[in-house]
């Protein structure tokens, strides 16, 4: 089914012998998919694993993910990390018994899900307090908003150079906190492994930047950009998740 939209066309795939010949047999020719204009805020495309074109960078960053994130050996390690994660949100829950407080399953479910992701990339907690993951939520949350938002310029190609709706701006502004945000952590590694003495810690950084030293070549903003990445689809699946998370709580 072929389908008209401004001056872009979509052809829909309707049976599973189609979508079998295009994804599976003829993939490598139709993989690169269209990329919406607000994902090109602060050029954040070329970075991201799920719009940048195949390419010996994109099959680099998918053996990293791979390699040191969703491998079952690494999955093994962190079971400690994840045991601990799970038991400060019990303690959040308890504190909140005690004072009587509304709890919001979103702001601790976003909180404990970062903390895990963030320690297993930067062996720290990204946010320390239902305060900042509020913060840190409602940035990713603006991100998602204006990528879901219509966008006429993605209709009519033609209007991209001014951006109309000012979409793509917005989407670079919000990139950029993220990615100055991973920025900092990853300076202050870099800063701890030129002093004397450092005992390397067992996280996916020193991974990539002892694999970046072996190479002799660091890809500008590579791991910076593969955190925005997965902090940005990890909270999405967060949000399909606790859909009402952000605007109800309840009594304990």
Known sequence: MSLKLGQ?????????????????????????RTVPDAM????????????MRISQRWKDLRKICNNLLFSNKNLDMNHTLRQKKILELSNDINNSIAKSEAVNI??????????MLSNTIYSVDLVSSSDKAGEFKALVTNIMKEVGRANIADCFPVL????????????????GKLIGIFQGLVDQRLKMRE???????SDMLDAMLDDENNAGEMYKD??????VVCDF???NFLYHTFRTAPTHSFIV
């Open 233 to 235: 689809y990890e909270f």
């Open 195 to 201: 002093l004397n003495g450092y005992c390397g810690k």
């Open 8 to 32: 872009i066309t979509t052809i829909v795939m309707s049976s599973s012998e189609t979508a079998k010949s295009v994804l599976q047999i003829n993939d490598q020719s139709l993989s690169n």
């Open 40 to 51: 090109k805020g602060a050029n954040h495309h070329n970075y991201s694993l799920g719009f």
């Open 106 to 115: 979103g702001k601790l479910a976003f909180k404990t899900t970062i903390n």
């Open 160 to 175: 991209k150079v001014v951006d109309p709706i000012g979409i793509r701006r917005r989407t670079g502004e919000y990139f």
């Open 222 to 227: 590579k791991i910076e950009r593969l955190s």
